[in-house]
């Protein structure tokens, strides 16, 4: 079985930082490009940011500048690091990895439970 463990949400007023960490675990071979999206109330989910195994990096238009993501391949983790922090930023942030288990015979999209980001003053 697989898991991926969120943490770092919480409320930050408007123009703060915070930094996102998901942790995967389990049955794993490897895991592939790994995902931040998220969903506002009365929204539907969208892509925050991507960053492949390689590294190469996508963002949405609306966070680009302000959001950064990483991760460390040896430890299954994936980091979002958000600053100057907007209102509309407001919402459930879910991590998602496109993983490999059983010797790379299976794959599949897995998400984690989500953590709530509020930026409000």
């Known amino acids: 079985q697989v898991q991926l463990v969120e943490s770092g949400g919480g409320l930050v007023q408007p123009g703060g930082s915070l930094r996102l960490s998901c942790s995967a675990s389990?049955?794993?071979?490897?895991?592939?490009?790994m995902s931040w999206y998220r969903q506002a109330p009365g929204k539907q989910r969208e892509l925050v940011a991507r960053i492949s195994r390689s590294g190469t990096t996508t963002y949405a238009d609306s966070v680009k500048g302000r959001f950064t993501i990483s991760r460390a391949n040896a430890e299954n983790t994936v980091f979002l690091q958000m600053n100057s922090l907007k209102p509309e930023d407001t919402a459930v942030y879910y991590c998602n990895a496109d993983i490999l288990t059983r010797w790379g015979l299976s794959r599949a999209d897995y998400w984690g439970q989500g953590t709530q980001v509020t930026a409000s003053s």
């Open positions: 389990g049955t794993i071979f490897s895991i592939n490009a």
